[in-house]
């Protein structure tokens, strides 16, 4: 997806633009705030992945930009145990309620991409633990 400087609104001093990194930034951060995301995912094609480090809030998304309009794409990993609908649907509600609240443009679509499934740290710790316990 394209992401184009908008021409939000104008004043009677001038006039108010929201880059398209901003929205990126905002949509990345609702993300990583649901319950069951442990990071965001570049795309299988960079394979590179962000696991709720927040070093780089627009990882893993991309957002298309109108000028009162935006759609959004999110790629994400989630934990195991959690159900992915419920995720994905808690995604896109989050993700679209921040971006209104916050700028002004209307979301009309928020795309949830779950790239991957992973254990959290502690029953990564406890499977490590029973894998030495047993010869």
């Given amino acids: 997806m394209s992401t184009l400087p908008t021409e939000f609104e104008r004043t009677d001093i001038g006039e108010i633009?929201?880059?398209?990194?901003?929205?990126e930034v905002i949509a990345g951060l609702a993300t990583v705030e649901v319950k069951g995301v442990a990071g965001?995912?570049?795309?299988?094609?960079g394979g590179i992945v962000?696991?709720?480090?927040?070093?780089?809030l627009s990882k893993g998304v991309k957002v298309e930009v109108?000028?009162?309009?935006?759609?959004?794409?999110v790629s994400v990993i989630v934990e195991y145990g959690n159900r992915l609908p419920e995720v994905a649907t808690e995604i896109q509600?989050?993700?679209?309620?921040?971006?209104e609240t916050m700028t002004g443009l209307t979301v009309v679509e928020?795309?949830?991409h779950i790239h991957d499934v992973i254990f959290k740290a502690a029953e990564r710790s406890e499977e490590t633990e029973l894998s030495h316990r047993v010869k």
Avoid: H, T, W, Y
């Avoid at 965001?40 to 094609?45: K, T």
């Avoid at 962000?50 to 780089?56: A, I, T, V, Y």
């Avoid at 989050?94 to 971006?99: A, E, F, P, T």
């Fill in 50 to 56: 962000e696991l709720l480090g927040r070093k780089n």
């Fill in 17 to 23: 633009q929201i880059a398209p990194e901003v929205i």
């Fill in 110 to 112: 928020v795309n949830v």
């Fill in 40 to 45: 965001m995912s570049g795309g299988f094609a």
């Fill in 66 to 73: 109108g000028q009162r309009e935006a759609a959004v794409d």
């Fill in 93 to 99: 509600r989050n993700v679209k309620r921040s971006i």
